[in-house]
T-cell receptor
Framework: SQQGEEDPQALSIQEGENATMNCSYK?????LQWYRQNSGRGLVHLIL?????REKHSGRLRVTLDTSKKSSSLLITASRAADTASYFC?????????????FGSGTRLQVQP | NAGVTQTPKFQVLKTGQSMTLQCAQD?????MSWYRQDPGMGLRLIHY???????DQGEVPNGYNVSRSTTEDFPLRLLSAAPSQTSVYFC????????????FGPGTRLTVL
């Protein structure tokens, strides 16, 4: 079963607009990560936020984490056509007994030029 | 550094055939893992390894075997291919300790007829 579930499943915006994607998860976590996947390619790590952190920034990316609600959001500001990709959250769960990430089903972002 | 490499990039098998997907990394990472990605879905963990000689099952291990005789290599074997194993397979690696940034290979697209 998928630990993380992204919302929305698909998002289409105009270049220059902000894109917000949400992730919900079910178990206690050590950290939560966001990855990006361009069509037909492997995943690329974007940002990691630990369970004791509430917000983190990296360039045009802003990630928040609310462990009480078991949710995270990824904000991409001033989007560009090159941001078109699928975005996945992944959790390092404390409850599964496995030392592994569990991925959500992803948000497909389309940025129109 | 080449990072994480996977071979082959594409493969077509007939039902019942066996094959090995190769994965290698040159970053001296202790942790390696195999995922499968089906259309419109996130990644599901097949097997993982926290170091040479140590492997463990993931979420969907049935029909797959792994071994880790060296730090660099983590091959995935399909014992008797089935159409349900048609998927894109990704190998990933990371440093030891906390499950942190995963480095992904480019993937192997497998079709089982």
């Amino acid at each position: 079963s998928q630990q993380g579930e992204e919302d929305p499943q698909a998002l289409s915006i105009q270049e220059g607009e902000n894109a917000t994607m949400n992730c919900s998860y079910k178990t206690s976590i050590n950290n939560l990560q966001w990855y990006r996947q361009n069509s037909g390619r492997g995943l690329v790590h974007l940002i990691l936020i630990r369970s004791n952190e509430r917000e983190k920034h990296s360039g045009r990316l802003r990630v928040t984490l609310d462990t009480s609600k078991k949710s995270s959001s990824l904000l991409i500001t001033a989007s560009r056509a090159a941001d078109t990709a699928s975005y996945f959250c992944a959790t390092d769960s404390l409850d599964t007994g496995r030392r592994a990430l569990t991925f959500g089903s992803g948000t497909r972002l389309q940025v129109q030029p | 550094n080449a990072g994480v490499t996977q071979t082959p990039k594409f493969q077509v098998l007939k039902t019942g055939q066996s094959m090995t997907l190769q994965c290698a990394q040159d970053m001296n990472h202790e942790y390696m893992s195999w995922y499968r990605q089906d259309p419109g879905m996130g990644l599901r963990l097949i097997h993982y390894s926290v170091g040479a000689g140590i492997t463990d099952q993931g979420e969907v291990p049935n029909g797959y075997n792994v071994s880790r005789s060296t730090t660099e290599d983590f091959p995935l074997r399909l014992l008797s291919a089935a159409p349900s194993q048609t998927s894109v397979y990704f190998c990933a690696s990371s440093r030891t300790g906390e499950i942190n940034e995963q480095f992904f290979g480019p993937g192997t697209r497998l079709t089982v007829l």
